[in-house]
């Protein structure tokens, strides 16, 4: 039996995904198996698939018709035969050492979750940044979200780590299966920290998560509202969980209110207004029951969430500001930028990390 299974679920993704595959295949730890799920590609990769495959024995192949991200990723953990999963997107890259290094530790601290740091990747500039967010006071050894509620705040990808089949499946943990959906991954890895009861994270980066165009906007009315969904599947989520609702309730409405601004940002314009509505009936009703209390607001701008709820009109004027002030800030960003997070330092110049200081 393979030590660990990778997920990597595919839709014409032919420009990167033999990076994508090289990366596994020549992983230090060799007892792995690759779950290749080609969601019904419409360009080469199911082929490219296909001949690796007959090269390495390891890699398995699943062609089906397309029935979205979240489907691969369930029919993936149906069919992974090792004790640990692990998923990496088609377009991304892993370091060599990313399953052998995460298995120990898995091993190590018997885990149902490990959890890594990971880099951003600009392939146009052929460079990459350190993102981590995760600090170095809690790494390698066993924690729960009741000692750091934070790592619930969505920056930990469900790609950057493994976890274990038993886990997901004790506890029926699975995506949504909306076809055509974005954010799937969403309520998935809500889930999945919430309900760890052996969780271990790691500070440092393994995945290459490739960034090709940083001010792309969502132009598909159809996808406006999947980030709704995940929201709507974690609220079901922590009512039949009522004992982590009461700890981390706050911490999921911090995480809806900042991703639905987040995503009012990327949108094409033309949906704004219509998503704002939507935006504030849903924070209306969170008022109106009372969720909202002093830890959400300590988090959140009150007065924007005020603005939101009685003038929607004037909320749209604020988004299009927060608009132009990002597209300005990425430009400088390209430019210079000092960043600091719980793993250490950078500065980039011209788009390059020219200095990276561990803490």
């Not at 490219?48 to 398995?60: G, L």
């Not at 609702?245 to 911090?254: A, G, H, Q, S």
């Not at 998503?275 to 029951?289: C, L, S």
Request: aromatic share 12%; proline share 2%.
């Amino acid at each position: 039996m393979p030590k660990v299974s990778i997920i990597v679920p595919i839709y014409n993704v032919e420009n990167y995904l033999k990076e994508c595959l090289d990366s596994l295949v020549n992983q230090t730890l060799k007892d792995i198996e690759i779950l290749c799920i080609d969601d019904g590609s419409t360009d080469t990769s199911g082929k490219i698939c296909d001949e690796y495959a007959k090269n390495d024995a390891r890699i398995k192949v699943i062609h089906k018709e397309n029935s979205g991200y979240g489907n691969s990723i369930n029919l993936g953990i149906e069919q992974a035969e090792a004790k640990y999963i692990g998923i990496l997107e088609s377009d991304d890259f892993a370091d060599r050492k990313m399953y052998e290094d995460l298995w120990n530790i898995a091993e190590k601290f018997q885990a149902d979750n490990v959890r890594c740091n990971w880099y951003e990747y600009f392939p146009e500039k052929d460079t990459c940044i350190n993102v981590g967010t995760i600090p170095t006071y809690l790494v390698n050894k066993i924690i729960t979200y009741k000692e750091y509620h934070k790592i619930l705040k969505n920056k930990t990808m469900i790609w950057g780590g493994i976890l274990k089949k038993d886990f997901l499946i004790k506890n029926n943990i699975k995506c949504l299966e909306t076809p055509g959906a974005s954010y799937q991954d969403t309520s998935f890895n809500f889930k999945t920290l919430a309900l760890a009861q052996k969780l271990v994270l790691v500070d440092k980066p393994y995945v290459y998560y490739r960034k090709d165009n940083i001010n792309s906007s969502v132009k598909n009315k159809g996808k406006v509202y999947f980030i709704c969904d995940e929201y709507s599947e974690i609220t079901k989520f922590l009512n039949e969980h009522p004992d982590i609702k009461k700890e981390v309730n706050y911490r999921k409405l911090i995480n809806e209110y900042n991703n639905y601004v987040w995503n009012l940002l990327r949108i094409s314009e033309e949906y704004r207004e219509e998503f704002i509505i939507r935006f504030a009936e849903i924070f209306k009703q969170y008022y109106d029951n009372g969720e909202l209390d002093e830890r959400f607001y300590n988090k959140i701008n009150k007065a924007e969430l005020n603005t939101l709820l009685s003038n929607k009109e004037e909320f749209l004027k604020i988004i299009n500001k927060k608009v132009k002030k990002k597209l300005a800030r990425e430009k400088r960003k390209n430019m210079f930028s000092l960043k600091t997070s719980p793993s250490g330092i950078s500065l980039i110049l011209f788009g390059k990390q020219v200095i990276n200081i561990s803490k």
